[in-house]
């Protein structure tokens, strides 16, 4: 199967961001990352949930500070890639 690659992304050079999609159980990454991240799990075989702990704990804090906080707008900072997960539109409405 022949994998779709956006321009400027080498298919053969693995991404960390990629690495972590794949943990969080994502669909944009490449079998050089599939293959890191299998290789990465058998040195530290908890990566996978430790990735999953942290997206959970971002939403958490991500949804304490716009939800109790009111906070607002937010800058994001990250590599580009809408890993899994992340980048989803929620609205939280501030009780009044």
Known sequence: MQEWV?????????????????????????????????????????????????????????HHMAAEAGIRQFLDLGSGLLTQGNHERRHHRRPR
């Open 6 to 62: 956006p321009p400027g992304v080498g298919p053969t050079k693995p991404s960390i961001a990629r690495v972590y999609d794949y943990f969080l159980g994502g669909k944009d990454n490449f079998e050089v990352e599939r293959r890191v991240a299998e290789e990465a799990l058998k040195i530290a075989p908890d990566a996978r949930e430790a990735g999953r702990a942290n997206r959970a704990f971002l939403r958490r804090a991500v």
